[in-house]
């Protein structure tokens, strides 16, 4: 998906959410564990009660992983039924030498529909080029995430600005707006105008709304863009909204009410860049 | 695999190699091609080659997913055929928010049964003690690869000294030398003498051998330490080592030659060892 036809979504959608489907056995409702795929019918039930309120999904591999092989088959699954529709996203933080990441880069690419990796940049440039190789495919580089972790290195000084400007300054040379999207978290939204002045015009994927304590508002005043430019992702307080029969309905719900507080800044700012 | 087994291993094989099996179909010899798991029939070879000349195995998680549900199913059926008696690596580089890390964990330690896992430092400690709470696994953290990415930021200054550095002396803090590995690549070897005042104590993984022009000379004579401390491994220089339908005993001789460069290492470190 290219970057006209994801604004053209968020656009058409008054959305920019992106749901993140992390499915755990220990949290899926009872009636669905005597099925054969368990983890699958949880996720079409999520996908087909949200469609039309999200314009991304993010799968977090992890949670397939766990469960091996059946695991890999239900992420697989997953992303046919979602199809074609919306931005595809694979959480899986990768990062190695180059001709390593290629593999990793085919994995999702090629084998799988992906439209974006999520990438860990810490191993450098022939560990994040790669994905910045396959056409209408994005990179989303770890910036400055949610998680307590992010004060141990992301926020250190390097070189006279913490190391997570560096590496925002340093990869958005690697790629261009359109293949190439950053991770920040909601959880860091007194950095995102500093933010905004080292990467204007890329969009951001926003984790951390909702279970991690991210603000949609605050997020949405301060790091939108001209193209509105974020994704912001909610997994858990969305697809465990309802715990039991009725966990579709409560995860619709859900992100009805994300998309209804996202529904005037897409107006505002889409519908003035129309006019222009 | 505790310690004290690794080590007990390493003086019984007179050996510190670690062979990495990094399958490519693009180069696996043709006749395997028509076998029905064409992957794991060409690991099995190799393992079944170099059982006694080395002391671990490692997978690099790219090359498998790169094949879907078929590639994860070859990996399962590889640390199958391996058995016990090696330590085994899952080579992920994974690391995320403590909970998502949590499943990664438990991925590689109770789905499968590898004895560690390589993680990515860059989301900073709750991304890297969840690999730490599991008896007898082992977190293998990323410290100075063996790629030109290196430069970028691992070698960067961070508050006085390079963030490399920085990684192990902060990280060692959350582990010990019981549960915690770090990746020093063999291109590396100038920084070894420092890299060991850092963490004295801790077994280091030393890819970039062979193929990317690593040492192992300079490894053994800078970066042992009384325990030997180092699994040094090789991928393509053994697993490739011949083209053809003798394959399996072209990796056997290179996996030799390194073996026996290694013998001398582990007579003069372990026997002085035991004599004290």
Redesign the interface.
Known sequence: MTRIQLIQSIRERGSYLCVGL?P?LDKVPAHLLGEEDPIFAFNKEIIDATRDLCVAYKL?T??Y?????E???AL?RTVSHIGQDHFLIA?A??????N??T??A??FF???PFDAVTV?????????KPFLAFDGKWAIV?GL??????????L????GMP?YE??LS?VSGWGHPDNLMFVVGATQASAFVRIRKLVPDHFLLVPGVGA?GGSLREISEKAANSDLGLLVNVSRGITYAGKGEDFASAARAAAQAYQQEMQPYVDKILRVKIIK
């Open positions: 992390d755990d977090n992890a949670f992983e766990c469960y091996g092989v695991g890999w088959r697989e959480d933080k990768r990062g190695d030498i180059g390593t990441s593999q990793y085919k994995a090629e084998r799988l860990a940049p810490y191993m450098g440039a022939d560990s994040v770890l995430t949610s998680n307590p972790g992010a004060a141990d290195f992301e250190q000084e390097a070189g190391l560096r590496v340093t991690q």
